[in-house]
T-cell receptor
Framework: DAGVIQSPRHEVTEMGQEVTLRCKPI?????LFWYRQTMMRGLELLIY????????DSGMPEDRFSAKMPNASFSTLKIQPSEPRDSAVYFC?????????????FGPGTRLTVT | QQQVKQSPQSLIVQKGGIPIINCAYE??????FPWYQQFPGKGPALLIA?????SEKKEGRFTISFNKSAKQFSLHIMDSQPGDSATYFC?????????FGKGTRLHILP
């Protein structure tokens, strides 16, 4: 299996631009998670989906962030407009119903820099 | 009540030593406690996990000790090696919620 695939791996953008991060979960997994990692705040869960339905979005920092999962094999995290404080590594992870939220398989991450 | 407090933030140990990373949780509804290991430039990966009905779990050189009454758990790495240098995250979860600690950056000196 290819594992969780994220694109792009690196993104540099200017403040105010729209940023879209993409994730392809492991085939057959029905949980999908989005995280943000910074030195200051550690690993923060932003939102997760179960069977393409958002279950918990309490970690989404503000309305500038939105996430969608149109089908079982694709999800996006969008930031519009982006700000320098959004600079971080964003991880996508997936999991099975057997493991629930506890056993997650992380992708390699997208390093976002907003200048 | 949803926090998981992890310490220390960073740790340096000589090769062969036993680094210990500690975590404490508040919500007794949590029923699964995984540890994740993250190497630089990679995503975290599940390392080992424990349920609160056991006090200890070993997998290779990695051991989790669990103290349910104190709501604390810890990771021990026996005979640590430079290849164990990574960031370690503890977590606490229940059916629909997982909370991660802030991570411990571990460096094993050769």
């Amino acid at each position: 299996d290819a594992g969780v695939i994220q694109s792009p791996r690196h993104e540099v953008t200017e403040m105010g631009q729209e940023v879209t991060l993409r994730c392809k979960p492991i085939s057959g997994h029905d949980y999908l998670f989005w995280y943000r990692q910074t030195m200051m705040r550690g690993l923060e869960l932003l939102i997760y989906f179960n069977n393409n339905v958002p279950i918990d979005d309490s970690g989404m920092p503000e309305d500038r962030f939105s996430a969608k999962m149109p089908n079982a094999s694709f999800s996006t995290l969008k930031i519009q407009p982006s700000e320098p404080r959004d600079s971080a590594v964003y991880f996508c992870a997936s999991g099975t119903s057997g493991g629930g939220v506890s056993r997650q398989y992380f992708g390699p991450g997208t390093r976002l820099t907003v200048t | 009540q949803q926090q998981v407090k992890q310490s220390p933030q960073s740790l340096i140990v000589q090769k062969g030593g036993i680094p210990i990373i500690n975590c404490a949780y508040e919500n007794t509804a949590f029923d699964y406690f995984p540890w994740y290991q993250q190497f630089p430039g990679k995503g975290p990966a599940l390392l080992i996990a424990i349920r609160p009905d056991v006090s200890e779990k070993k997998e290779g050189r990695f051991t989790i000790s669990f103290n349910k009454s104190a709501k604390q758990f810890s990771l021990h790495i026996m005979d640590s090696q430079p290849g164990d240098s990574a960031t370690y995250f503890c977590a606490a979860s229940r059916d629909d919620k997982i909370i991660f600690g802030k991570g411990t950056r571990l460096h094993i000196l050769p």
